[in-house]
């Protein structure tokens, strides 16, 4: 069924997110009723790409489940990482090391940047979110909040172990210096989001200095902390390397990221209570990636440049997954481009990705879409500034898988 023109499954979709954005107080049930809405419109009257009735909905679920495991196992499991990275003391000793002032917390944004080259981004977010609650006293501007999800994304955009879909792209065949380049874009985008960020924050709550003098580092729950990213790198590396074709039937990352947090267990007590917080958050985000998989795409416009900076805003509101797998299947896309484009739009809503949505879950005050845009403005502005700098510099070079 089709209103103007449009799937109705868009306008479903549309309606949830405006829920979403409207009562933020309520993200979950909205989500929750969304998702329900849809499956059941899919379920007796449009049926689903996999088939009609409960055997379309079994087999759509079958083919998604992995990615619904893969994200309920990493926010759960890089929330029990990050409270431990807080309670280790490393982020009460960072002002030794960082300059006064905002170029402070500017520091703490490059330092997430640089960790998500390498990290899950979600980890990167959650870290950064960490040292953010020690240094300025719990006191975090949701500008700041909603630039440390950007610079984890950002980070995440020109490695292909640093984000979910350009880790894809690897798998699919694209060399990581098909990718390398998106750092152009990236790292004008820290600049950009980040300087403008770091100003909020020290007019909002400056960097604690001086307190912890005599604060030493609890270097159990730090090996804890390395014990956890090692299976996750270890686990995304392997895994897509050697193993691809059957990395699409088990969640591996997210099964490594659990066996390091039980194999620590006698190590030091993991904070099991940081779960409850998480999991209204975690929910909502597997509400929303699967009603994103049940929208009716099947294809994308033509690649160019074009194409690829409007994916960038249409992935702060749909899941960069699915949109990632289409430009694939599709061909022609400068990856690079393609990468930060699908990797940073999504910060530009807290919705937008799963390191947003773990920021939130750690401060529940980021969830307004309304002033995440207001506080917020500069990583829409990033994104286009970087974007033109990247394309003005490097150009558009796509390439065929």
Known sequence: MQIIGIPLEFILFAFTLLGVAL??????????IGLLVLT??????????????????????????????????????????????EKSHVPVLLPRFLPAGWLGAFGVLVIVWCISAFLDNIAAALIGGAMAHQLFRAKVH?????????????GGAFSVVGDTTTTMMWIAGVSPGEVFHAIVASAVALLVSGLVAARQQHAYSPILRHVHAHTSV???????????????????VVVNQFFAEDSARLPFVGLAVWAAIFI????????????KASLSGTAFLLFLVTSASMMPVESLPEASWRTA??????????DNIPLTALAIRQGGYD???????????????????????????????AKSAANWLRYGWHVVLAYVVGFMVMMTLMGWHPSSL
Do not use: Q
């Open 23 to 32: 009562f933020h107080h309520h993200t979950f049930r909205v989500a929750l």
């Open 40 to 85: 059941g419109y899919k379920l007796f009257f449009a049926g689903f790409k996999t088939g009609t009735g409960l055997a379309g909905l079994a087999a759509h679920l079958g083919h998604e489940w992995v990615t619904l495991a893969n994200l309920f196992c990493l926010l759960l499991g890089f929330a029990i990482l990050a409270r431990h990275f």
């Open 142 to 154: 949701i500008g700041y909040l909603a630039a440390i999800v950007a610079a984890s994304n950002a």
């Open 218 to 236: 609890e270097w159990k729950r730090i090996f804890i902390v390395l014990m956890i990213l090692v299976f996750a790198i270890s686990a995304n």
């Open 264 to 275: 620590t267990a006698p190590v030091y007590r993991h904070d099991w209570e940081v779960l």
């Open 309 to 318: 900076f409007g994916l960038g805003f249409i992935s702060a509101v749909f």
């Open 335 to 365: 990856w690079g481009v393609l990468a930060f484009a699908v990797g940073y739009g999504g910060s530009m809503l807290w919705f937008g990705s799963s390191a947003g949505v773990a920021i939130s879950n750690m401060y529940p005050e």
